[in-house]
C-alpha cells in the first residue's frame, strides 16, 4: 500500500531564506510525484511533478525537487522564500495505472517578514 | 476560461438532511474524483468514476452517493448517514490515470 509522510507540519522561515519541505512515501513499485500548494479556502494548484526522466524537477514560482528513488523521498526546495509563498504544501504520490493519488498531511509554510 | 467549477463556495445544513455539492469541469477529462479535507488530515478519497455511467468507492465512501450521468458533472451527496460531514470537499479531475489532478476551489459544508 501507498503512504505519504510528510515530516513537519508547520514550517516558519524569514523572508529571503531558503526552505526545504520534506516528503517521503513508500511504494513497492514505479510510482509519479506531484507538489500541490493550497491557498485558504481554496483548491490545490499544481507546483510539480516527476513522471520520469531528470531527477531534479523545477516548477513554478521558483520551486523545485529531487526525486531519490534510494531515499524514497521527493523533497520541496525554494532558495529564496517571498511572503507569498505562505500557504499549505501538500505531497502527492500515485502508482502507475492506479487511480488514487495519495496525499500527505500537509505542512503549513510561514513566511516571516 | 477550462477548469473546474465547484458550487456553492460554502453551505450550511441542518443535521439529518441530505445535500448534494455540485461539480462541473470543461477541460473534457475522463476521470473525476471526490475528496475530503480535514484539519491535519491531508486529503481522503470519497469516490472517482473513470468514464460516465462508472464509479468506484474511495477510502471513505460511506454516507456518500454519486452519480456520474455526463462526462462533465460528478455531484456527491453528503447523506443523514455520514457522521460527522462538516469538512471542506474537493473535486478534481484528469485526463488519464497516470497525469496530475485539476482541483476545483472547494465546498465548505457545514451542519449543524
Known amino acids: 500500500a501507498q503512504s505519504v509522510t510528510q515530516l513537519d507540519s508547520q514550517v516558519p522561515v524569514f523572508e529571503e531564506a531558503p526552505v526545504e519541505l520534506r516528503c517521503n512515501y513508500s511504494?513497492?513499485?514505479?510510482?509519479?510525484l506531484f507538489w500541490y500548494v493550497q491557498y485558504p479556502n481554496q483548491g490545490l494548484q499544481l507546483l510539480l511533478k516527476y513522471l520520469s526522466g531528470s531527477t531534479l524537477v523545477k516548477g513554478i514560482n521558483g520551486f523545485e525537487a529531487e526525486f531519490n528513488k534510494s531515499q524514497t523521498s521527493f523533497h520541496l526546495r525554494k532558495p529564496s522564500v517571498h511572503i507569498s509563498d505562505t500557504a499549505e504544501y501538500f505531497c502527492a504520490v500515485r502508482t502507475s495505472g492506479a487511480n488514487n493519488l495519495f496525499f500527505g498531511t500537509g505542512t503549513r509554510l510561514t513566511v516571516i517578514p | 476560461d477550462g477548469g473546474i467549477t465547484q458550487s456553492p463556495k460554502y453551505l450550511f445544513r441542518k443535521e439529518g438532511q441530505n445535500v448534494t455539492l455540485s461539480c462541473e469541469q470543461n477541460l473534457n477529462h475522463d476521470a473525476m474524483y471526490w475528496y475530503r479535507q480535514d484539519p491535519g488530515q491531508g486529503l481522503r478519497l470519497i469516490y472517482y468514476s473513470q468514464i460516465v455511467n462508472d464509479f468506484q468507492k474511495g477510502d471513505i465512501a460511506e454516507g456518500y452517493s454519486v452519480s456520474r450521468e455526463k462526462k462533465e458533472s460528478f455531484p456527491l451527496t453528503v447523506t443523514s448517514a455520514q457522521k460527522n460531514p462538516t469538512a471542506f470537499y474537493l473535486c478534481?479531475?484528469?485526463?488519464?490515470?497516470?497525469?496530475?489532478?485539476?482541483f476545483g476551489q472547494g465546498t465548505r459544508l457545514t451542519v449543524v
Open positions: 478534481a479531475s484528469s485526463s488519464q490515470a497516470n497525469t496530475e489532478a485539476f
Open positions: 511504494s513497492s513499485v514505479s510510482v509519479y
